[in-house]
């Protein structure tokens, strides 16, 4: 890649962030599914380790750590939302569990069998399905618990338009029996699984990015990777209204087998 190809990537993926960064939710999701998916996982005390993998600004982590015992480390890529994710953390008196660090899921900080709880909500497709639950297992202790979201095909057969977006977007997409045959392959045993309802795309993901993109294109007038940027998430949203019967994000809730 030449430099000038890089350092228009690094610009791209900065305005990213700096769009997210004013939004509480980086992706669907809502307080009311991760307290379903955490009541499916016992034995948690005040020594457990949990790790929130692609923790973004930590809407769900500070659910988690207001609900939770133990100790949560918020991993995220990028410093901006790291940076915010512990103010959040200080703001609701949790800093002293609840800390994040910049770091990679593909390359994590934690020793073997270290971790009772993995949890990761929309952000697993960085790294893929399969390769995340893969690669992640080695740090659950036995029996420990993995709690993820991953987008999920509602339906055998899907409307073109939508089957080439995710293609192009996301091919691993898959259906929630085949998520499930996957999780068992891996070497967990799947515990439950659920569909998040609407309004965590419609009310938390899509709703408060209204207001976000217009101060956004206010902000950046006549740039053209910001104007793209936007009519992208736009153009989700529109496909989203269309198509929501056939896909979504699925919570699966897995224990590593013993
Ligand atoms: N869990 C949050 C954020 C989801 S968006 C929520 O539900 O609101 C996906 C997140 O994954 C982003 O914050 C992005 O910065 C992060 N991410 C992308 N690639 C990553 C990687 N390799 N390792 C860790 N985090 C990553």
Same mark, same amino acid.
């Given at each position: 890649m030449s430099k000038d190809n890089s350092s228009i990537h690094e610009f791209d993926i900065n305005l990213i962030c700096e769009y997210f960064s004013n939004? @509480?939710?980086?992706g669907p999701g809502s307080p009311g599914a991760t307290l379903k998916a955490l009541?499916?996982? $016992?034995? %948690?005390? $005040?020594k457990s380790r949990i790790a929130d993998l692609g923790c973004g600004t930590g809407g769900q982590t500070m659910i988690l750590g207001e609900n939770t015992p133990g100790h949560i480390t918020g991993i995220d890529l990028f410093p901006a939302f790291i940076n915010l994710f512990n103010r959040n953390a200080e703001r609701l008196n949790l800093h002293d569990r609840v800390k994040g660090i910049v770091g990679s899921m593909d390359d994590l900080p934690f020793q073997k069998e270290e971790l009772d709880l993995i949890w990761s909500e929309g952000a697993i497709y960085n790294i893929g399905f399969e390769k995340g639950i893969s690669l992640w297992? @080695?740090? %659950?202790?036995?029996?420990g618990y993995l709690a993820v979201t991953e987008a999920a095909w509602f339906k055998a057969e899907r409307p073109e338009e939508i089957e080439d977006f995710w293609m192009d977007a996301y091919p691993q997409i898959d259906t929630i029996p085949n998520h499930i045959s996957k999780l068992e392959k891996a070497g967990y045993v799947p515990l439950a699984s659920f569909m998040l309802p609407e309004y965590c795309w419609r009310e938390n993901f899509f709703a408060p990015q209204v207001e976000a993109q217009k101060n956004f294109l206010l902000k950046y007038p006549g740039n053209k990777m910001a104007e793209d940027l936007i009519a992208n998430l736009r153009h989700e949203k529109v496909l989203y209204d269309k198509y929501s019967d056939y896909y979504g994000y699925v919570f699966y809730i897995a224990r590593k087998s013993v």
């Open positions: 939004v @509480e939710r980086q009541s499916f996982i $016992d034995n %948690l005390t $005040d297992r @080695e740090y %659950l202790k036995p029996g």
